[in-house]
């Protein structure tokens, strides 16, 4: 039993590359040219330029090694991209030696050429072969489903004659150590610290501290520290630093965590991501601490100040997991750190170490006045170190001829203003509007700035450099010059920063959407939310597109944009398990005038609304909504909007065991479906129509549309899809008595499952399985299937499933010889079927149940319950179930007082 509801351009841009016009699935023994896998492996080290240290990736042996080529070849390629102005080159410290030896990065226009490039690899097809299974992918698709973390690169290198083998895929990276560290910002240089990167390294040294907390004012050098510090650690330890800024959410924090797991080749926190609608700190916590127990690795958190709730109860989890966990460690810095440990961990357990910033020696701020040019008398160099109190950003800023003032701010209010250009004001302002670096193309805002204009700011320590032509300016800074835009101003910056988010070679719609909001131009923003609204959803940032919408919703006057704004806002919020305000926002389009236009609204919102009530069980009242949806899309002639109507009309009748008008509804449903060529739709409806096959007993039937929905989802390359139709396919070869063939079917959905994150399906494949594997006798397979799949359902909040893994249960014991325990489970599952579950599903299991009471000598309750599964059946027009459920009733009331030798003509977990 199976149950679920609803749900190149080709350009020849360098000499080697792939010729205009080649066929897509042209074959040759390397794919992917020498030229395009050098491109692409240089384009993961973009910002790496100036740094003193660079990893062995970027030289020749490195590439080599990463690309899977010889030397002499990417010896003879890297000597062409240079000659076409692609590729620099210049010397460098790497880890593998002690000499200085050359690396190599992408120049401007190379960085540009290798952006168009991977847009076109990632939208190329290859074929895919895993065992038995061939189908065709975007090269795109291809790193998340191979078990160890692949980047594009990994997986173009092992592309030979258009197919990619998983078979025989192994990652090059799995040794090294995860930097990710790209937005640390860099330094120009350190000074003193000496006690604090002492007790740093004590700290890490240290087999019971697992916590470091770094606090100080504003500007005294803690991301500094932190920065030096990670030089430290990279290639010596996995590291992350992760900046928390006011708008950051939780999903923000754990999709970096993702990230970096998945560089671990550790994808099951990535995978709850794409599973998960909502987040659950405390499974998000069980993940972390099975998958970062035992790493090496240090998680660098900056800024911590201005977290939201979310996140510091997040930190409070995780700081208390941490105790048991080896290996990894946390940092923690902010000008204060709510708490999310006590002072117990500090003073009696030891697992905090707090270290408190001070200002710099008297030296180390001399020194920063020296690299300044500033050379004073020792008298006025005393008193400036006095007033400044070694505060590392006002040694930076300070005139010396000014007065220092009592705080940065104030100073910067009264004495940098003034000393600065309008076109430095002008930059300064456009980097403080960006809410993440930015690059410098995006500082160009006119004519008057220059390359010059940049360059002094980064010398007066106004503006800092993260990576390479990446800017951002320090906190104070940015809040200082927000402060003094005018209205005028804020407007036309932030539409500029949009514009710019809008056009980039990898565009960012939710920063596009913010500015935007920032610029209050409502008709652009609007345009946006629109268009890539759901696209930001599907991406998991769903609190932050929920805030930017109720800030844009008051002003859009337009109704029809307004409408579509709701429906957004109403879809996040269904996303987000917040269904009382989705179903009032549904509600809010429904009382709108009736308007032609407005007529697409209004259908989409009866259809969510309908869709919400019937699985709240709200079935009365679903079905006018789904009915009025399905009316308005057939006077609009939307035969796709019916399609989804009809689908949804279909699965109200299959919850009301109306099996007649479930399949009219997947009738229409489908054709239109096939009219529209909607492939992904025309599936579903197979699967649909299976169910009510499968109920009727016609399992040949069920099977043959279960194997076109099955060469449909492969077509469309959709894996959650396969996934749902895979262990749909079981079901049917199950009942057909092909045990063999279901088990596999099952167990190939069962993988698919687990390789996307797809919790919900993996919950119902293990549980057929389970029932495969007690039909095979492999009892103890079948109970640890079964006890996968409870913690599944548990979780997922599916009440007829759980009941059903008490049927499992009782199939189970009873086939060990325990059947006190066999009934106490059969009990529970079939009264939590009565009162929450299906009715078929309570007809199949009465049958099998019934059936064991008898063999067991219970034969009045084994004739009762078999009665009900009979009443229950025809009820739902379940022929089949009540035809064998009454022969049973028949031959047991034929042979009163002892049990029958008949045995009965399918196994007790035939109901799957």
Known sequence: MFRFRGALNSLN??????????NRYYKRKLYFSTQDRILLHLLDFVGYEGEFNQPDEMTQFGIADSICLGRSTVSKAIRRLTRQGLVKSARAHVPSGTLRRTAYFLTETGVGLANRRKVEVEEDVVLFQDGTVERRLRMSQIPGLVPEYATLVDVACH??????????????RGQKFVDLTDRVPRLRYFFGRDRELAAMDGWLASPEERVLVVTGITGIGKTTLLSRKIEDWRGQRHVLFYRIMDWSALHNVVSQLAEFLTRLSKKQLAQYLESEKGLDIEQIVAILRTDLDGVPAVLVYDDYHTAEPS?????????????AMQGVRLVVAGRSVPPFYDRRDVKVRGTVHELPLGGLDNASGEKILQVRNLALPPDSLGALLRQT???PLFLELVDPGANPAADIHKYLEEELFSRITDVEAKVLTIASVFRFPVHADGLFIDETVDTATIRGLLEQSLLREVSARVYEVHDVVRAFFLEMMTPQERRRYNRWAAQF??????PEPLEALFHFVEAEDVTSAARVAVREGRGILASGRSEELLRLVERLLPSVEDVAQSAELRLLRAEILDVRGELDQAMALYREILALPADTGLEPKIAEAHRGLGDVLRRQGRFGEAEPQLEAALRIYRGLDDREGQAEALLGVGSLAEDLSDQSRAERAYERGLAFAQAVGKPILEAKFHVAFSRLMDARGDYAAALDRKEKAVELAEGLGDWHLQARVQVSRGTSLYSLGRISEALEAYERGIETARRIGDRRMLGYG?????????????????????????????????????ALVFTYYGYLWEKRGKWQLARQNLSTGLNLLRSSGPELDFARHALSAGQLMHRHGEEDEAISLLQEAATVARRIRAASIADEAQKFVALYAAHPGGRTTVEPSRDATSSA
């Open 501 to 506: 988010c809008v056009s980039r070679v990898n």
């Open 311 to 323: 996140i510091r109860n997040f930190f409070y989890a995780f700081r208390a997991a941490l105790e």
């Open 766 to 802: 293990l549980w057929n399985a389970a029932g495969a594997c007690i039909k095979q006798n492999d009892l103890l397979r079948a109970e640890s299937y079964l006890r996968e799949s409870e913690g599944l359902f548990h979780r997922l909040r599916e009440p007829a499933m759980e």
């Open 159 to 172: 592309v030979s004659e258009g197919v990619f083998d998983a078979r025989t895929f192994e990652s090059h």
């Open 13 to 22: 841009l360098i000499e080697g590359g792939r010729m205009a016009g080649r």
């Open 389 to 391: 109190a070694g505060h």
